[in-house]
């Protein structure tokens, strides 16, 4: 039984869930804030799609591999489909065409470095910690 539960992943031990220092982003005010925070910290904004395979499988390997902390950036979680005109004021606020999902690294007030789909995970982002 223990070859088949390895191989198939089977295990009685709980996994252990990685929890991100996210802020949610949930109102228009936030932008104006964000902006005025990168003088200072690099601000990262990831846009989800809760109803996207691919967005979660991003969304997955993302948390998987983020090894910074608070005090190294500020992590944004935008959920697309709750807050639309969220998602559609950073396109216009940060000139950045929308995507889904999509990851923009905002530094003295304009996005440095985007990226969508699996191109997020190529982001280093330790290379943006002030």
């Known amino acids: 039984m ?23 982003l949930s109102d228009l005010q936030q932008l104006k ?12 904004i990831f846009k989800h799609s809760t109803r996207c395979g691919i967005s ?27 807050h639309r005109d969220i998602s559609n004021e950073v396109g216009y606020a940060f000139q950045v065409i929308h995507e889904s999902p999509q990851l923009l690294v905002v530094q003295n007030e304009v996005v ?11 982001i280093n982002l330790n290379r943006f910690v002030q």
């Open 2 to 24: 223990g070859l088949i539960n390895k191989l198939f992943g089977g295990s009685n031990e709980p996994k252990e869930e990685k929890v991100l220092p996210w802020i949610p």
């Open 33 to 44: 804030f964000i902006k005025n925070k990168s003088k200072v910290k690099t601000q990262v």
């Open 56 to 82: 979660k499988m991003v969304m997955n390997q993302f948390i998987a591999n983020y090894e910074l902390t608070e005090k190294d950036l500020d992590l944004y979680y935008l959920d697309l489909l709750s």
């Open 112 to 122: 440095v470095s985007h990226a969508s789909h699996g191109a997020i995970n190529e």
